[in-house]
């Protein structure tokens, strides 16, 4: 069965600092890799997807994140952030054929201070 | 303005009571869902619609029952609530095959 692990529950970095976020998966073939933000009293927001090809990939408002296979990861990077990406941050797996099934990490809560 | 609507945002439920959570989607998609977020548990996938059919129930209890009116209508209902049953409920769309949108959620309180 798939899992996804963000070890991270709490992140804190200041404003204009680079930020990572980790995710890894289990999964024994190439899935379907995702990111979603969530702010407060809000729903999910799509920031990236990978499904094949360049292992790096580029999404909304300057994030990106790399699947390295190897590694069964897919880190969420950001080279400066805003106060404004305070939010809760959750990776996600589906597999091809079953791509309305994500399988969820437990989310990091990132607060960006001033 | 927002493309996929929840109602309510909050519900307050006895425990033995029965309540409709709705959702209403503007997408045009073929797809819904519905995701239970628990606390301290990860979201969780619970029903897969297309096309107004039911095509994957990852729920053991029959006390949650989605309801399709409508081609943009997943509502879910749930009977004999227990505290357990306190969580977040997601609904989601998509254009089958393709990214999942998701409403803000209805936080459900079973006293």
């Known amino acids: 069965a798939q899992s996804v692990t963000q070890p991270d529950a709490r992140v804190t970095v200041s404003e204009g600092a680079s930020l990572q976020l980790r995710c890894k998966y289990s999964?024994?073939?190439?899935?379907?890799l995702f990111w979603y933000v969530q702010y407060p009293r809000q729903g999910l927001q799509l920031l990236l997807k990978y499904y094949s090809g360049d292992p790096v990939v580029q999404g909304v408002n300057g994030f990106e994140a790399e699947f390295i296979k190897s590694n069964s990861s897919f880190h969420l990077r950001k080279a400066s952030v805003h106060w404004s990406d305070s939010a809760v941050y959750f990776c996600?797996?589906?597999?091809?054929?079953?791509?309305?099934?994500?399988?969820f990490g437990l989310g990091t809560t990132l607060q960006v201070q001033p | 303005d927002p493309k996929i609507i929840q109602k309510p945002k909050y519900l307050v439920a006895v425990t033995g009571s029965e309540k409709i959570l709705i959702c209403e989607q503007y997408?045009?998609?073929?797809?819904m869902y519905w995701y239970r977020q628990s606390a301290k548990k990860p979201l969780e996938f619970m029903f897969s619609y297309s096309y107004q059919k039911l095509m994957d129930n990852q729920t053991a209890s029959s006390r949650f029952q989605p309801q399709s009116s409508k081609k943009n209508h997943l509502d879910l209902q749930i009977t004999a609530l227990k505290p357990d049953d306190s969580a977040t409920y997601f609904c989601?769309?998509?254009?089958?095959?393709?990214?999942?949108?998701f409403g803000a959620g209805t936080r459900l309180s079973v006293l």
């Open positions: 989601a769309s998509s254009q089958e095959g393709n990214t999942l949108y």
């Open positions: 997408l045009g998609h073929n797809a």
């Open positions: 996600a797996v589906s597999t091809p054929g079953n791509t309305g099934k994500l399988i």
């Open positions: 999964y024994s073939g190439t899935p379907y």
